[in-house]
């Protein structure tokens, strides 16, 4: 019957979720708990600049907040 097809079916589901969750989570702790971020456009990757450069580390991803800034 048709429902045969479902356990096959969640099977792959699951085998294709786990590399994109993964990735996901290596992400976060490689990055001290925050998101990778990405530059698609000359804007956004002048804000990451600035951000690297501001937080004295060489690392976008380590902020300080307005009152920590020099």
């Not at 429902?3 to 786990?18: D, N």
């Not at 002048?46 to 501001?54: A, H, Q, S």
């Amino acid at each position: 019957m048709w429902f045969e097809i479902l356990p096959s079916l969640a099977i792959m589901g699951v085998c294709l979720a786990i590399p994109g969750v993964a990735t996901t989570y290596l992400h976060r702790f490689a990055n001290g708990g925050k998101e990778k971020r990405v530059a698609h456009f000359p804007y956004q990757w002048n804000l990451m600049e600035r951000d690297r450069r501001i937080s004295g580390v060489n690392r976008c991803y380590v902020s300080k907040g307005l009152e920590n800034i020099d």
